[in-house]
């Protein structure tokens, strides 16, 4: 395992995020999804592509409350443009379980 610094982790910046519209991503050379996300008023709405398929339908992510980083540089993926990286955990099937707040917050809130 590589240790990081706080000075390192200060950099990662997690904001809590609603998953607005939801539509699949057939070009994905794994089944995924595309997501538009509200980080609230100063962040405003990124889009994600997400491989959360084994565990999620569209409906269910609709309006789904969800932590993302939001300072990573832009990645075009199969003609899409992902502006943050969804955070998740690898279940024992290698498939992505969601990291969501289990009290409301509102969107843009950091994490620390």
Not at 35 to 54: H, P, R, Y
Not at 65 to 87: D, H, M, T, Y
Not at 94 to 103: G, K, R
């Amino acid at each position: 395992m590589d240790f990081i610094s706080w000075s390192d982790f200060e950099k990662i910046d997690i904001r809590s995020g609603t998953i607005i519209t939801v539509k699949d991503f057939p070009q994905a050379r794994k089944p995924a999804y595309q997501l538009w996300i509200d980080f609230g008023e100063i962040i405003g709405i990124k889009k994600s592509s997400a491989q959360i398929t084994n565990h999620y339908t569209k409906e269910a992510l609709q309006d789904k409350k969800i932590l993302a980083v939001v300072n990573f540089a832009p990645k075009q993926i199969g003609g899409f443009i992902s502006e943050c990286l969804v955070l998740g955990i690898y279940d024992e099937n290698n498939a992505v379980i969601l990291l969501e707040p289990n009290l409301p917050v509102s969107n843009g809130q950091k994490i620390g």
